[in-house]
């Protein structure tokens, strides 16, 4: 007896086994989060967010300032991002229709293969800290230097506990802020963080009046701190891959969107129509050519800003999810 009901828990547990492992190969569909399922917690819109930061802090830029979340609150939105072409880093950009505002979610590397643009993302925010950096707002977690007003959420753990996916709804027109030459100027700030389709822009080469004052386009191997006439600096392998695309723009006149280029609507002497694409080093488009001087685009990007503190600095920054969202119209 003792040995039938032996071979009667070795044949359950086999079957056992073999079902855990039938499961491991062929997992269920990750969970589809839903408002139904925060029916415990408040949900509130993206620019209700912002208005909280901005009412802690009234009456100043709030740039370097955090605000830790202590209610039970969540935000959902759409994300607008994309890190597949490593242009965008680290920084996930949530829109929310309702209110047409957008947010930075600071989170970790690879995030397009589990949150690809059109997913709904739900993020529950208490515990998490508004960051105003430079003045662009941002979710993340309490941040281990001080020169951040907040950090990354980089383990599963945290990810997991804060961010929930939602349906796949898809891109929409209604996703993109569409500016043309006779509608950028009513352009606000409201705005930072959309997608938005700047039509009609000129590419521009030269000295800059506003904000940073730099000659464009700007490059890494053009910096002081990357001297390519310092002693050492070819046996770094990143500097002589500067230096090369440099000397190849120099006599050749080929300009890359690695750094900084200029786009303008027309007056050089206002921040208001002048825009900086910033393109990583990193990025898979990096070394090809950005417009030549006067060509018209119609450019479609992250609508960013970065200042030190005052607007005498500012200058708005454009941010490709890809080098094929810069398309020629003449």
Known sequence: MNRLKSIFLIVAASFCLSGCYNDFETPGPARIWTDADFSDSRIISIKELKDMFEAAYPGTTGIGQSLTVTDDLVIRGKVIS??????????????????????????????YIKYAPGRLVYVRLQGLVLGNYRTMLSIGVESANASYANGNMEDRITLDKHLKLGEMVGMTSADTLVVTPATYSSLTDASLGRLVRFEGVASKFGKANWGYRNTFPNYFANSTSFDVNSPGWEDIPEWATWAAMREDELTHEKTYYYGSAWFTYGDINTLAGNYVV??????????????????????????????????????YQLLLNRAEDVVSVR
């Open 82 to 111: 994309s890190d597949q072409n490593g242009n965008v880093y680290k920084s996930m950009y949530l829109y929310d229709e309702q209110s047409e505002s957008a947010i930075e979610v600071k989170v970790t590397s690879g995030y």
């Open 278 to 315: 910033r393109s990583s080093g990193y990025s898979r488009f990096r070394e090809q050519p950005i417009p030549a001087d006067g060509q018209v685009v119609d450019l479609t990007a992250i609508y960013t800003k970065y200042s030190p503190g005052d607007d005498s600095r500012a200058a």
